[in-house]
């Protein structure tokens, strides 16, 4: 067997000129160079529901439906590549979505096939199949440095390959869904000593809500926004003030001048539209977390398993886009986080969401559904992606409903 630097090396180096439609079968050949019968990439859709695989659709020939059983599918040894017809798995219920879902390998009885978590930095991207014979320890190790280099091949065609996106999706977006998630970063950053992960709903008609969170110097910096109206002009506020927090905070510019300049911009440019905001700071070696609220709903402090009652309500600051300048600039509030907190900032379509019956999702379910989800032992993105199926499940919304969680836990 070809040694594995060398196969990866190999891989790497033919990457670099083809297409999406080229990964699966370069995959599928480094992997089995590696010893495996064979290897495909599945990724998971926007709204992390499904796990489609990254290939052509070959309507012509008839797919074989792949099993999820509420258990455990029942898989099979037979060699898999780049060319066979597969049709998406469901997350919930499935070996390959509990791979997902947990960010570990999952083998299958038979020891013939494994499901190998595809994890970009901390964002969870999809699952890599692979079957051999059986699974030796030493195996295993060469499929968990397979995925990653199939992640990074894949990420690094996310932004403009066609196929990346049509298989991360599953139905047609709207113009301003579509320009709200142009400039989103990924739902999931994070490092050793801290996570940040975010929701946006409805994912193919979102119009008004957005989020940021970027590392650098030591510092987590985060913007929950939620534009006035479900259109297009609320889609493009939002865009603007994504770009107008980054402009000043790369430029120096404190909380306050960022809402200053969002107020600025919009008031110009957009001036029918208002924006309320929570636009925040963590030091990531203190704790220390640092936070202006622009007519928006208080983030909640989640410490020891309990909402801290009334931690970070302060009195809210007016609504960005009335063009009220530096005259009004924003208080800014601050708290020092412990160990283990979590921080969690909301739009106010998560807590309006209503049942069939007319009741409320309210701040009380919300905290408490996070809370128990923490709990069973859930990592934030896990924790969130569970919330939003409850909410689909449920209740319906009446506006986007937008959810950031951020835990500190030092080393």
Same mark, same amino acid.
């Given at each position: 067997?070809?040694?594995? /630097?060398?196969?990866?090396?190999?891989?790497?180096? @033919?990457?670099?000129?083809?297409?999406?439609?080229?990964?699966?079968?370069?995959?599928?050949?480094?992997?089995?160079?590696?010893?495996?019968?064979?290897?495909?990439?599945?990724?998971?859709?926007?709204?992390?529901? !499904?796990?489609?695989?990254?290939?052509?659709?070959?309507?012509?020939?008839?797919?074989?439906?792949?099993?999820?059983?509420?258990?455990?599918?029942?898989?099979? @040894?037979?060699?898999?590549?780049?060319?066979?017809?597969?049709?998406?798995?469901?997350?919930?219920?499935?070996?390959?979505?509990?791979?997902?879902?947990?960010?570990?390998?999952?083998?299958?009885?038979?020891?013939?096939?494994?499901?190998?978590?595809?994890?970009?930095?901390?964002?969870?991207?999809?699952?890599? !199949?692979?079957?051999?014979?059986?699974?030796?320890?030493?195996?295993?190790?060469?499929?968990?440095?397979?995925?990653?280099?199939?992640?990074?091949?894949?990420?690094?065609?996310?932004?403009?390959?066609?196929?990346?996106? =049509?298989?991360?999706?599953?139905?047609?977006?709207?113009?301003?869904?579509?320009?709200?998630?142009?400039?989103?970063?990924?739902?999931?950053?994070?490092?050793?000593?801290? %996570?940040?992960?975010?929701?946006?709903?409805?994912?193919?008609?979102?119009?008004? /809500?957005?989020?940021?969170?970027?590392?650098?110097?030591?510092?987590?910096?985060?913007?929950?926004? =939620?534009?006035?109206?479900? =259109?297009?002009?609320?889609?493009?506020?939002?865009?603007?003030?994504?770009?107008?927090?980054?402009?000043?905070?790369?430029?120096?510019?404190?909380?306050?001048?960022?809402?200053?300049?969002?107020?600025?911009?919009?008031?110009?440019?957009?001036?029918?539209?208002?924006?309320?905001?929570?636009?925040? !700071?963590?030091?990531?070696?203190?704790?220390?977390?640092?936070?202006?609220?622009?007519?928006?709903?208080?983030?909640?402090?989640?410490?020891?398993?309990?909402?801290?009652?009334?931690?970070?309500?302060?009195?809210?600051?007016?609504?960005?886009? &009335?063009?009220?300048?530096?005259?009004?600039?924003?208080?800014?509030?601050?708290?020092?986080?412990?160990?283990?907190?979590?921080?969690?900032?909301?739009? /106010?379509?998560?807590?309006?969401?209503?049942?069939? /019956?007319? @009741?409320?999702?309210?701040?009380?379910?919300?905290?408490?559904?996070?809370?128990?989800?923490?709990?069973?032992?859930?990592?934030?993105?896990? %924790?969130?992606?569970?919330?939003?199926?409850?909410?689909?499940?449920?209740?319906? &919304?009446?506006? =986007?409903?937008?959810?950031?969680?951020?835990?500190?836990?030092?080393?």
């Amino acid at each position: 067997m070809p040694n594995e /630097d060398a196969v990866l090396s190999a891989l790497l180096s @033919s990457s670099n000129r083809v297409t999406a439609a080229d990964i699966p079968a370069l995959i599928d050949e480094a992997g089995r160079k590696l010893g495996l019968s064979g290897a495909q990439v599945y990724l998971a859709d926007l709204q992390q529901a !499904r796990l489609t695989p990254l290939v052509h659709p070959a309507p012509e020939t008839p797919s074989p439906i792949e099993p999820n059983e509420p258990n455990e599918p029942n898989e099979t @040894s037979k060699p898999i590549g780049p060319s066979e017809p597969s049709e998406p798995i469901q997350i919930e219920g499935s070996m390959a979505g509990l791979a997902y879902r947990t960010q570990r390998t999952q083998r299958s009885r038979d020891d013939c096939t494994a499901w190998v978590p595809m994890i970009d930095g901390v964002e969870r991207v999809g699952v890599l !199949r692979v079957t051999a014979p059986c699974f030796e320890d030493a195996l295993l190790e060469s499929c968990a440095a397979l995925s990653g280099l199939a992640t990074l091949l894949v990420m690094a065609k996310a932004s403009h390959d066609e196929l990346v996106v =049509d298989r991360t999706r599953s139905r047609t977006m709207t113009t301003q869904a579509e320009l709200l998630w142009a400039f989103v970063p990924p739902r999931t950053i994070g490092t050793d000593d801290v %996570t940040s992960t975010a929701i946006l709903e409805p994912a193919y008609e979102a119009g008004g /809500d957005a989020f940021d969170h970027s590392l650098g110097d030591g510092v987590l910096h985060l913007a929950l926004l =939620d534009a006035m109206g479900h =259109d297009l002009a609320s889609g493009g506020a939002s865009a603007v003030a994504l770009g107008a927090s980054r402009a000043t905070r790369r430029a120096g510019g404190t909380l306050a001048d960022i809402a200053t300049t969002i107020d600025t911009t919009l008031s110009e440019w957009i001036p029918d539209r208002l924006l309320t905001a929570v636009i925040a !700071r963590l030091d990531i070696a203190t704790g220390q977390f640092t936070w202006i609220n622009c007519g928006h709903p208080p983030p909640l402090l989640i410490r020891e398993g309990h909402v801290v009652p009334h931690a970070m309500e302060f009195p809210a600051h007016l609504p960005l886009g &009335l063009g009220l300048g530096q005259a009004a600039a924003p208080d800014e509030h601050h708290i020092r986080l412990q160990p283990g907190d979590r921080v969690l900032l909301y739009s /106010d379509g998560v807590t309006e969401a209503r049942t069939s /019956d007319g @009741s409320l999702f309210g701040e009380q379910r919300l905290a408490d559904s996070v809370i128990r989800s923490m709990a069973s032992g859930n990592a934030p993105p896990e %924790t969130l992606r569970r919330l939003v199926r409850n909410l689909h499940e449920h209740h319906r &919304l009446h506006d =986007d409903a937008t959810i950031m969680l951020v835990r500190w836990h030092p080393r």
